[in-house]
Nanobody
Framework: QVQLVESGGGLVQAGGSLRLSCAAS????????MGWYRQAPGKQRELVAA???????NYADSVKGRFTISRDHAKNTVYLQMNSLKPEDTAVYHC?????????????????WGQGTQVTVSS
């Protein structure tokens, strides 16, 4: 199937920056879109940013102008550059990929999630 491994989370002061990475691996045939979601304690998971294979990008209003999503197609990796971080950005950030993979019986679509990486922004 498709596995996602995130890295780059941590503790940072308000106004600081972090860069998250998410690498996809497995029997990947194609990746249609990759994105980042976050979930803060007591809140629902929400979209942060997503990028399609064609390069279309979507950001949550709360991160526009501060976060930048990018993708390396050759490495099946998506990045999230987070600048001007605020305490309200504190959450577990999860990588997501909508992909097609090769199974024993043909091609299948999957919506995969990573385990998540903690981002904590102190005031």
């Amino acid at each position: 199937q498709v596995q996602l491994v995130e890295s780059g989370g941590g503790l940072v002061q308000a106004g600081g920056s972090l860069r998250l990475s998410c690498a996809a691996s497995g029997s990947i045939f194609s990746i249609n879109a990759m994105g980042w979601y976050r979930q803060a304690p007591g809140k629902q998971r929400e979209l942060v940013a997503a990028i399609t294979s064609g390069g279309s990008i979507n950001y949550a209003d709360s991160v526009k102008g501060r976060f930048t999503i990018s993708r390396d197609h050759a490495k099946n990796t998506v990045y999230l550059q987070m600048n001007s971080l605020k305490p309200e950005d504190t959450a577990v950030y999860h990588c997501n990929a909508e992909a097609t993979y090769s199974s024993g019986t043909g091609l299948r679509r999957i919506n995969s999630w990573g385990q998540g990486t903690q981002v904590t922004v102190s005031s």
